[in-house]
């Protein structure tokens, strides 16, 4: 370690667990940024990664792997991702594995079969709003949380009954399978949400062999390629990652876009003023304050990036949020502009991990976002203000006070 990396923090200190951090990132990562290339977190085993290039070039490496059980002994991704010798879900997955679950369930997120959806997500978000009555109200509980749940399940053809239990079990999911030091307590509370979720989905797809309907989960029944097709586990795994990948990012970026324009009220009157700009604010929303923050890769071979040498299995973590505000790329970095002419981004990977729900996420944030604004002329922050949640990799707030003045 340099002597510049022994003044930058590490471990914890670079997670949402760290109070500091989880309540502002921006400034601790664009230190880290500004004086290394490459941050040798020796507390976690890992290798940090804050500049947009190397991130890029991570990201982009199809050669490097993903799954956990291939990192050296030690190293972050083999501690806190892997799960023994259980097969990795299709984030985690190496080719040719994950070329062959891709293919099988990515039709239904192709951006022609997503737009279908947008009549139905803006349905959604009129009933959400509909049950919101008080003027002083939690945009993350009520709003924020319940419309991509809703989405999600009614893509999977779920009962509305069990939209709520849904919501409930993902996020303990996500709180544990993140967190790389859970209590017992928490691990415990993760383990049985998960059983939950897992005895579910098992029942449900039961009943779609039984009677195919025109849902995900029959989709996915259906889907056959090059003679393949999916197991039950692969279809329940499949769903828990629509249910933890979906909603709780898109609730994130949700919550965090909206309190983006509230911060910038500027910003906020561009958008009422001419609407047509929600797209491109929305992409800004995920540059801004990317509600994912970070991924990561693992060396299949000695390499140097960013001008550190890595050898074979070491954890590659790659800081998302440090690339998408990066001053060598973007102008004015730290501004958050509607208008910006370049709003690319890293927020949802990239390479063959691409996040197969981007176009999704996209198209809720936007209904979601646009629908908020015209039930509310006036919307602005609440007394009770917000709280940011504790789980790293993830940035998005578990309570989120707004006051809305309906029409």
Avoid at 53 to 76: C, M, Q, Y
Avoid at 99 to 114: E, W
Avoid at 357 to 375: S, V, Y
């Amino acid at each position: 370690m340099s002597e510049t990396e022994t003044d930058l923090p590490q471990g914890i200190a670079l997670t949402a667990l760290d109070e500091n951090f989880r309540d502002d990132p921006y400034p601790v990562l664009g230190s880290i940024r500004d004086k290394t290339a490459v941050l040798h977190d020796a507390e976690l085993g890992r290798y940090v990664y804050t500049r947009h290039d190397d991130v890029k070039e991570i990201l982009h490496d199809g050669a490097l792997w993903s799954d956990p059980r291939k990192a050296n002994p030690g190293t972050f991704t083999r501690e806190f991702l892997g799960r023994g010798d259980e097969e990795p879900s299709m984030l985690l997955m190496d080719e040719p594995g994950h070329r062959r679950l891709r293919m099988l369930v990515s039709r239904p997120f192709t951006p022609a079969a997503v737009e279908r959806w947008r009549e139905r997500a803006r349905a959604i978000v009129e009933r959400v709003l509909d049950d919101i009555h008080d003027e002083e109200f939690d945009l993350i509980e009520q709003f924020a949380g319940p419309v991509p749940t809703v989405v999600i399940a009614e893509m999977l053809g779920i009962d509305p009954a069990m939209h709520a239990d849904f919501k409930d079990w993902s996020d303990v999911s996500v709180q544990i399978g993140f967190n790389p030091f859970p209590t017992p307590e928490q691990t415990a509370a993760g383990e049985g949400a998960q059983a939950k979720l897992d005895a579910f989905f098992k029942s449900e797809i039961a009943a779609r062999r039984a009677h195919l309907g025109d849902d995900l989960i029959s989709d996915m029944i259906r889907a056959e390629a090059e003679g393949e097709k999916l197991t039950e586990p692969e279809i329940v795994q499949q769903c828990n990652l629509l249910l933890i990948a979906g909603n709780v990012t898109t609730t994130d970026l949700i919550g965090n876009g909206v309190k983006a324009l509230l911060d910038h009220p500027e910003q906020l009157a561009k958008l009422r003023s001419n609407p047509s700009l929600i797209r491109n604010a929305v992409e800004e929303m995920l540059r801004y304050d990317s509600p994912v923050t970070n991924s990561g890769r693992i060396a299949n071979r000695s390499l140097d990036i960013g001008g550190c040498p890595v050898h074979q299995g070491d954890s590659l973590s790659t800081s998302l949020a440090a690339a998408n505000r990066d001053p060598s790329v973007y102008v004015d970095a730290d501004r958050f502009d509607i208008e910006r002419e370049d709003t690319h981004h890293q927020s949802f990977g990239g390479g063959r991990h691409l996040c197969l729900g981007a176009h999704l996420a996209r198209l809720e944030a936007q209904e979601a976002i646009l629908g908020l604004l015209a039930r509310y002329p006036v919307l602005e922050h609440g007394k009770q203000g917000w709280q940011y949640a504790q789980v790293p990799s993830f940035r998005g707030m578990t309570k989120f006070w707004v006051r809305g003045v309906s029409a």
